[in-house]
């Protein structure tokens, strides 16, 4: 789904925003009621599928606000009349963009296959039948293979959304484990995989091995890092808060089928944890 979500409202006391408030945001029931409404939709957009970002729109009788959403934030417009050129512009560009522009990760498609032995081989490792969908996702150079319908997102529209799936490997033809999540950008913090090389390092047992780890996307790939806080010196009025950029980031590792509900005894499963 690569359009933007529309919410229409009749009454302007739906408005979750006022230009004239120093807050920006209101409190009524009513403007609450439908802040709570739209983001709703723009969780429900970026949990059903691999997205960077989301756009919408919440239009009135006179006017309407752009919003553009992403794991840090939402940014949200100032009341745009139906005949500004600002209006026009932005709907012309939106018609023109691209796929990863509107907001779909390029980096999650359908799977296709050299052969279809390699297909049934995957299907067999995921233990699904010819008729379920099947998702490429690639991290570098490599590709895997998972369920579409394990896809399973965030109930948030914001934070680190990590998603875990059971993966097959076209290079190695393996199980792994493909975790995709957005790390918090930060000088003190560490990427996940950094931190598993130090414990191997230390010869730290009990802990997966590392098979490839790394961010998403080219460098300088506005798309995979979160914008919203970029916007705040541009912004007229903003809440106050403290927003994080966040790095979209997978980390892919050996495929360890173990249940934690399998154990056999306490002591068997505090060892684990």
């Known amino acids: 789904m690569d359009y933007a979500m529309l919410e229409v409202k009749y009454n302007d006391a739906d408005d979750p ?53 992403d794991r840090s934030g939402v940014v949200v417009t100032k009341k745009i009349l139906f005949d500004d050129q600002l ?11 691209t796929a990863a522009e509107r907001g779909r990760d390029p980096t999650v498609t359908d799977a296709t296959f050299t052969s279809p032995k390699l297909e049934q081989k995957a299907r067999n490792s995921l233990k699904c039948d010819r008729k379920s969908p099947l998702l490429d996702i690639s991290t570098g150079s490599k590709h895997y293979i998972i369920l579409k319908d394990e896809i399973l997102g965030s109930t948030s529209p914001i934070g680190r959304s990590t998603r875990c799936f059971k993966a097959f490997c076209l290079t190695t033809e393996d199980l792994v484990l493909v975790k ?50 970029r916007c705040l010196g541009a912004a007229k009025k903003t809440l106050s808060i403290t927003l994080r950029t966040f790095c979209h980031y997978r980390i892919v590792l050996e495929y360890l089928p173990y249940s934690l509900e399998a154990f056999e005894n306490t002591r068997e499963m505090a060892i684990v944890v």
Request: hydrophobic share 35%; net charge positive.
């Open 17 to 69: 925003f006022n230009d004239d408030s120093d807050s920006f945001s209101v409190t009524t029931q009513r403007g609450s009621k439908t802040l709570g409404q739209i983001t709703g939709y723009a969780t429900c957009h970026q949990a059903m599928e691999f997205r960077t970002h989301v756009f919408s729109a919440l239009i009135f009788r006179k006017y309407m606000r752009l919003l553009r959403w």
């Open 87 to 97: 209006l026009f512009d932005f709907f012309h560009r939106f018609s023109t963009a």
């Open 180 to 229: 995709d999540t957005w790390r918090v950008v930060s000088p003190i913090l560490q990427r996940e995989h950094e931190i598993y090389k130090k414990l191997h390092d230390k010869q730290v047992p009990n802990i997966p091995e590392v098979l490839v780890g790394a961010d998403v996307g080219v460098e300088n790939d506005r798309h995979h890092i979160t914008q919203t806080k």
